[in-house]
């Protein structure tokens, strides 16, 4: 990284208006092929786990649609186990939202020059692991799949930007999730590493940013990791070969290319004690541990010593195979990159989802979201310190952001000042942290920078973009792309490096002109 700006507090003041990111700070947005690409049935794509998902909303789960042993048709919610004899079964009348997402499939050239024009420097997108190979199984990968790629990156490359590529973003082929369990079979891990190898040499010297899964300390579910069963015994299983997978490949990625740069994406809400109750502080670190046991064994390369506590309180037996270990050791990862949206509280008997990324309990010093996010941009820089005190590797912002219901006008345009101040206040903090507290941040994608279908509820209402894609919750509308407010002011941020980052465009178009009179002189 090049050399940081020099912070000096008395010119500048606690805000560092003024003050930009370092010149090859990486600023762009970040996508999930489930939620954005489409395509479903053309290329020779074949069937996903997340494609037997349907829609729901802030009170309905997501639910994956059944074939059940009698031949009936059924449902489970998504975090459900699969009933005995039931098979994931597509129906007619039934809406899923992978099937079209957004249609980034036959919209990329314009999707991509709009990112262009906005001033990202790097775009974070998902492969599609059953484009590549469509049952998982195969030995030979789908050349079609590939080409479609292939021109994402070469279009990309021609706007300035680079890609960031996850190589698996919470989901398996069906056909390998139905032959294995999903991620529960040790197989799988094969299959993984023939898919990532086949990337990692087709893109070699065109992408040296990669991501091997994301969220992995809190996927869970059919259409996450493809297994029938949900209990901790399964999941935590299933993870353990993850993350053999993911050393694996991370080894492997170093000797196809030194310049290539590992890392795993972790969902990292910060996590607060309830209060100074000392049993409710202890609480609060046992649960950061659960929240981060998984990137510690994939940035330090070997299982915790809380290890052992955790699994048994969970009632875990893993079943390790010799060489594992080594392998963990052998595949440490490069960077740790993480999803910041929230805080969360926690103290002795909380209800929390997730491992703790997830929590119910409200703060009563934050505001929340419509899904009832608190919104807490201090925590940002609280946990950027954090982690970096953990793991003293560079770190990443590959997910940060503010699902909100957006109103097209009939010009067009979108007023979302709400987004705009929710990213101020976070990007404010990210900068104190690179600039005051001296954190090695290689950059900062936002989610859903295009409009896209939001995970936890399969809703286009839950919007987050810069950009507005004229879709609703049933998949009606012309896909048409438009531009919000938050663009052009994202723009300004991005022209002057963040330097400054109000979010009133009127300021801040003034602040940019005097920053660009400054150079000028
Ligand atoms: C993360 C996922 C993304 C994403 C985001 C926002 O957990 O990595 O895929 O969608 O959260 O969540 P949601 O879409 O549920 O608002």
Redesign the pocket.
């Known amino acids: 990284m090049s050399e940081r700006a020099v912070y000096d507090p008395k010119a500048f003041g606690g805000d560092l208006e003024g003050l930009p990111f370092p010149e090859d700070f990486l600023w762009g947005g970040?996508t999930?092929d489930f939620?954005f690409e489409g395509g479903f049935g053309e290329g020779g794509r074949g069937l996903l786990s997340h494609d037997f998902e349907t829609g729901g909303d802030v009170n309905t789960p997501r639910r994956v649609s059944l074939r059940l042993a009698d031949g009936s048709r059924g449902f489970v919610t998504s975090e459900d186990a699969l009933p005995e004899g039931s098979e994931p079964a597509l129906f007619d009348d039934v809406y899923y939202p992978s099937h079209k997402a957004v249609d980034f499939y036959h919209h990329h050239s314009r999707d991509i020059e709009l990112m262009g024009e906005l001033g990202f420097n790097v775009f974070r997108f998902s492969v599609c692991w059953s484009r590549i190979f469509p049952t998982g199984l195969e030995e030979e990968p789908n050349e079609e799949g590939l080409a479609f790629y292939d021109h994402v990156i070469d279009e990309l490359a021609e706007a300035g930007i680079e890609p960031l590529i996850t190589i698996c973003?919470?989901e398996i082929p069906a056909a390998l999730a139905e032959k294995y369990d999903g991620w529960a079979g040790r197989e799988v891990i094969d299959a993984y590493v023939r898919y990532a190898k086949t990337l990692l040499l087709r893109w070699k010297g065109k992408c040296r940013l990669w991501l091997t899964f994301?969220?992995i300390n809190?996927v869970l579910g059919y259409p996450m990791i493809g297994t029938r069963k949900q209990d901790d015994q399964t999941i935590y299983q299933a993870k353990h070969h993850m993350m053999v997978a993911s050393a694996l490949v991370t080894k492997l990625a170093h000797e196809i290319d030194p310049r290539n740069l590992m890392g795993t994406?972790y969902?990292s809400s910060e996590l607060y004690a309830r209060d100074c109750k000392p049993e409710n502080v202890f609480e609060r670190m046992r649960v950061r541990r659960e929240t981060l046991f998984f990137s510690d064994v994939m940035v330090r390369g070997a299982y915790p010593n809380y290890a052992h506590d955790l699994l048994a309180r969970r009632g875990v037996e893993l079943a390790k195979e010799p060489g594992d270990d080594e392998i963990l050791a052998e595949g440490v990862l490069d960077f740790v990159s993480f999803?910041y949206?929230r805080s969360n509280i926690v103290g002795v008997g909380s209800e929390l989802r997730r491992h703790g990324v997830l929590g119910l309990e409200p703060n009563p010093y934050l505001e929340s979201t419509p899904?009832g996010w608190p919104v807490d941009p201090l925590g940002l820089r609280y946990l950027l310190n954090e982690l970096y005190d953990r793991y003293q590797k560079p770190l990443f912002v590959i997910?940060n952001?503010i699902?909100a219901i957006d109103v097209r006008e009939e010009d067009g345009s979108v007023h979302d000042p709400y987004r705009m101040r929710y990213l101020a206040d976070h990007l404010r903090e990210m900068k104190k942290a690179v600039l005051i507290d001296r954190i090695p941040v290689i950059g900062y994608t936002m989610?859903?920078s295009t409009d896209?279908?939001?995970?936890?509820?399969g809703e286009m209402k839950?919007r987050?973009g810069f950009i507005y894609v004229d879709m609703d919750d049933e998949g009606k509308g012309t896909l048409e792309r438009s531009k919000k407010d938050s663009f052009f002011w994202m723009q300004k941020v991005l022209e002057a490096n963040g330097a400054y980052l109000s979010p009133d465009m009127e300021t801040l178009e003034k602040d940019v002109a005097r920053l660009e009179g400054e150079f000028a002189e």
């Open positions: 970040a999930a939620q973003h919470d994301n969220e809190v994406m969902a999803s949206y899904w997910e952001g699902g989610w859903g896209l279908v939001s995970l936890s509820t839950k987050y």
